[in-house]
């Protein structure tokens, strides 16, 4: 397959997953009662400021993830530049499979943070728990829904390894979004990171890898250097999360639109902003 028809493909499914979000959304907003719109947008200044800070956030600790392998001996870094007409041999190749890890990675996290740990808050929060256990329950809760579903998604594989892995990432991005307020931030922390790694491993997409000047070589593996990238990837995410939160807002504390947003969602009459907290 040329890099011309793999652009196809990618622009292909990006429409696909994009549908596929669409219809998650609607469904779900029949069945709460909620507003297209309380799905949120990130076309706002205010988004597009938390997308940006997302990215860094992401690409930091995937950065991390990799220092880790190198430190330890478990992985080295070589200089290998791809220019675009080796590997990756179009631009129109590139845009498509940005454009489709970007469909990608906003759809998952409007159906598993948006709607999945939203619904998960709403639940706790209507049982009158503190806010803390509501947010530490639903977090993971909708982390563990998260990495069940990487090794079962279409053109996944994986075993308990990927469910585990998946979960932990899901953590990160969730707590994100109860600490923000914003869906944009996830979204960037989630694209961030697997675009670094995507890239550094040479991961093939479509049957090509995106060019790249240094390259990620694992020299050794096992579960301990699995669970090892995890930690070091989660928790410098998560303190990089807190960071951002307290050097934007002034303070740290969970947003309380999302649970004011999650609390109100089936008496549209008590919501005069359905789009607050999630653009």
């Known amino acids: 397959m040329s890099t011309q028809q793999a652009a196809v493909v990618a622009l292909v499914l990006s429409v696909g997953v994009a549908a596929s979000a669409g219809v998650a959304c609607a469904v779900s907003g029949w069945l709460d009662q909620r507003e297209f719109a309380s799905f949120g947008s990130i076309l706002s200044r205010v988004s597009l400021q938390e997308f940006g800070g997302g990215l860094l956030v992401g690409m930091l600790a995937a950065v991390s993830a990799v220092a880790y392998l190198v430190i330890g001996g478990n992985a080295r870094l070589a200089t290998t530049p791809t220019e675009v007409g080796t590997r990756s041999t179009s631009f129109l190749f590139i845009a498509a499979v940005l454009l489709y890890l970007t469909v990608n990675v906003v759809s998952e996290e409007l159906i598993f943070r948006r709607i999945v740990?939203?619904?998960?808050?709403?639940?706790?929060?209507?049982?009158?728990?503190?806010?803390?256990?509501?947010?530490?329950?639903?977090?993971?809760?909708?982390?563990?829904?998260?990495?069940?579903?990487?090794?079962?998604?279409?053109?996944?594989?994986?075993?308990?390894?990927?469910?585990?892995?998946?979960?932990?990432?899901?953590?990160?991005?969730?707590?994100?979004?109860?600490?923000?307020?914003?869906?944009?931030?996830?979204?960037?922390?989630?694209?961030?990171?697997?675009?670094?790694?995507?890239?550094?491993?040479?991961?093939?997409?479509?049957?090509?890898?995106?060019?790249?000047?240094?390259?990620?070589?694992?020299?050794?593996?096992?579960?301990?250097?699995?669970?090892?990238?995890?930690?070091?990837?989660?928790?410098?995410?998560?303190?990089?999360?807190?960071?951002?939160?307290?050097?934007?807002?002034?303070?740290?504390?969970?947003?309380?639109?999302?649970?004011?947003?999650?609390?109100?969602?089936?008496?549209?009459?008590?919501?005069?902003?359905?789009?607050?907290?999630?653009?």
Not at 237 to 266: H, I, M, P
Request: net charge neutral.
């Open 117 to 279: 740990l939203g619904n998960f808050v709403e639940g706790l929060t209507s049982r009158s728990l503190d806010q803390r256990y509501v947010a530490l329950l639903a977090v993971a809760a909708s982390a563990l829904v998260f990495g069940v579903w990487h090794p079962i998604s279409p053109g996944a594989g994986g075993g308990i390894d990927t469910v585990l892995t998946s979960a932990g990432v899901g953590v990160l991005l969730g707590t994100a979004y109860l600490l923000s307020g914003r869906l944009s931030f996830p979204v960037g922390i989630h694209l961030g990171g697997g675009l670094v790694l995507v890239t550094l491993t040479q991961q093939q997409l479509f049957g090509y890898a995106l060019p790249t000047v240094v390259e990620l070589e694992q020299l050794t593996g096992g579960p301990e250097v699995t669970y090892g990238i995890l930690f070091a990837r989660v928790a410098s995410g998560l303190c990089l999360v807190c960071l951002w939160v307290y050097l934007t807002r002034g303070k740290l504390s969970f947003d309380d639109r999302v649970f004011s947003q999650e609390t109100k969602a089936n008496d549209p009459r008590k919501s005069r902003n359905p789009t607050a907290g999630n653009d």
